[in-house]
């Protein structure tokens, strides 16, 4: 087999991944004709997915649930060596629930444990987590509810590992132990023991410990 550009990891989806892969090929067609994206390979978490990886030179890790990407991910054998071959360079573009699996656990997902996995610890090449999605807002579940914001809060009081938080339509870029922000949305960086520093578009950040 021919080694190609980048592979589409669609292991989060709960519906067809094969419409789901077929769906996101298209997308990007109508963006960008390239050899990055004609030649867009579909790894499934189980069919050789493994073989699969080893002839991509980088990957797409599309949306879903968390929990479900985690544990195909790692009942597959995909998270070790992804894992491996992160360490070693190759390029990594993660959307919603394949952001969230590159900091140190998926405890700040948004999505539900619906397939009841106890071990929550992620790729890790990052050294914070991601909670995409975000929205600044107050509770609109009455006195009791919460915001994003205090479940973050919550999140610190127990882990010391800062929480990046994406508005729709941001997006970091991280290289080198440097992130940047980029696209049209905010992002918005909590750490333990500090006030929440909100960050627009083209701010670097300071590099990570």
């Not at 067809?16 to 790894?43: C, F, M, Q, T, W």
């Not at 339509?169 to 440097?178: E, F, N, Q, R």
Request: proline residues 5%; hydrophobic residues 40%; positive net charge.
């Amino acid at each position: 087999m021919d080694s190609t550009r980048t592979g589409f990891i669609s292991a989060a989806s709960l519906g067809g991944e094969d419409s789901y892969y077929e769906r996101v090929k298209r997308s990007l067609l109508e963006y960008a004709r390239n050899d990055y994206v004609e030649s867009l390979a579909h790894i499934h978490w189980a069919r050789d997915p493994l073989r699969s990886l080893r002839n991509v030179e980088s990957v797409l890790v599309g949306g879903g649930n968390t929990f479900l990407l985690l544990r195909r991910l790692k009942y597959s054998g995909l998270f070790a060596q992804l894992r491996s071959r992160l360490v070693h360079g190759m390029r990594y573009v993660g959307v919603s629930a394949g952001a969230n699996i590159l900091g140190p656990n998926i405890l700040t997902s948004n999505d539900w444990n619906i397939v009841a996995i106890g071990d929550f610890d992620a790729l890790n090449v990052v050294p914070y987590n991601v909670n995409p999605h975000y929205v600044a807002r107050g509770s609109s579940e009455g006195p009791t509810g919460e915001t994003r914001a205090e479940r973050i809060a919550q999140y610190l009081a127990l882990w010391n590992h800062p929480v990046l938080a994406l508005e729709e339509g941001a997006l970091v870029w991280h290289t080198s132990g440097m992130a940047k922000i980029l696209g049209t949305g905010r992002a918005c960086l909590f750490t333990r023991g500090g006030a929440p520093v909100w960050y627009p578009p083209g701010t670097r950040l300071k590099p990570f410990r």
